[in-house]
């Protein structure tokens, strides 16, 4: 098969982003467009929209001459288990790849296309919305933060999309932080009253009570005076940015959120100091080797494995690609009361990547041999 990239001029020469899970991304459509091609090639094409503005919407085709998509499937091949079918077509894997490249081009403000036709070909396209680097050199590589020291800290985090608060989640929940979760700004209300968190992660745009509104009655409530509040929007314009702080936020943070950004945030409100894994971070390193050395100790113990009915329903959440429920699994199994802190390290690792395929190998694995 021939090959080809095109990069279509002009391209910002950085941008902002996680480059583990856009080559995830990439890389499972290539695979598919090899698979489902016999002759001909594939071409991979980049390009972008308002290149010279702060933000830049990044345009990736791949497009086949293979197979091609029936009409009827072009929907449902987005399904977990979904795979294209054509006639005397051996099929390979788990039918898993495009469900989760369309949960993760999702859940940072994007969109995956499809355009199709039986015996001619297929052409993907996802589009993303990322902010543009400045500078005329790539900032050399940082060490993994792993953790942080001192007290627990509650994070409160607010959204109306749950694939939202779900990458918050993966990327907070792993340092330690105590995280709690509200759908809207009444919710957080109530929620703030009562867990009385250190930080408020709170999205502006939502139904019932909006983040502005809940931000000004946080305020307004002196046992909250003094609670950080950082707010989240997809809006670049300097005025929302001006009314977030009137309404008594203390920063704010664009749409995708930048964890580098809400990082250095939450350790400048929160005084926080961090800890550091072993770096720095080489690239296509996955999450559970970015974490370094741990400081509980936990890679030089044995993994011990919860009970086979635990194992066969996270496997069976992970073959559908929900890592909500898989995270809601994690927590209960760490409520219980034996203990497997290894496990769920490795685990909850695996879940920040996204990473579905290594999680039904490693639970898989230690079923083939119990």
Known sequence: LAFRYEAQPPLPAMVNGDERWLRQILLNLLSNAVKFTDRGGLTLRAAADRPASA??????????????????????????????????????????????????????????????KPGEGSLFR????????????????????????????????????ADNRSVLVGLLAPL??????????????????????????????????????????????????DLVILALSASVFEDDRRRSAAAGCQDFLAKPVDAGLLLEMLSEHLSLE??????????????????GAD???????????????????????????????????????????????????RMREMAVEYDMHRIVDFVSGYSATS
């Open 295 to 345: 400081p509980a100790g936990f890679d030089s113990e044995p993994i011990r494995f919860p009970p086979a009915d635990k194992l066969r329903a996270l496997r069976a959440l992970a073959e559908t690609g929900d890592i909500r429920a898989i995270e809601r699994e994690l927590d209960r199994i760490e409520e219980s009361e034996e203990s497997y802190p290894a496990f769920l390290r």
């Open 55 to 116: 933000s830049v919407h990044l345009r990736f085709e791949v497009e086949d001459t293979g197979i091609g998509i029936p009409r009827e499937q072009q929907e449902r091949i987005f399904e977990p288990f979904e795979q294209v079918h054509g006639p005397a077509r051996s099929q390979e894997g788990t039918g898993l790849g495009l469900a989760i490249s369309k949960q993760l081009v999702q859940c940072r403000g994007g969109a995956i296309q499809v355009y199709s």
């Open 176 to 225: 330690g932080f105590e995280l709690s979760e509200a759908a809207d700004g009444r919710a957080a209300l109530e929620m703030a009253a009562a867990l009385r968190p250190d930080a408020v992660l709170l999205d502006l745009v939502m139904p019932v009570m909006d983040g502005f509104e809940a931000a000004r009655r946080m305020r307004a409530t002196p046992a909250l005076s």
């Open 126 to 161: 996802i589009e993303l919305p990322l902010s543009l680097q400045t500078g005329t050199s790539a900032a050399p590589p940082e060490r993994p933060v792993i953790g942080y020291r001192g007290p627990i800290r509650k994070i409160l985090i607010v959204d109306d999309k």
């Open 274 to 291: 961090w800890v550091y894994g072993e770096g720095p971070l080489p690239v296509g390193t996955t999450g559970e080797e970015a974490m």
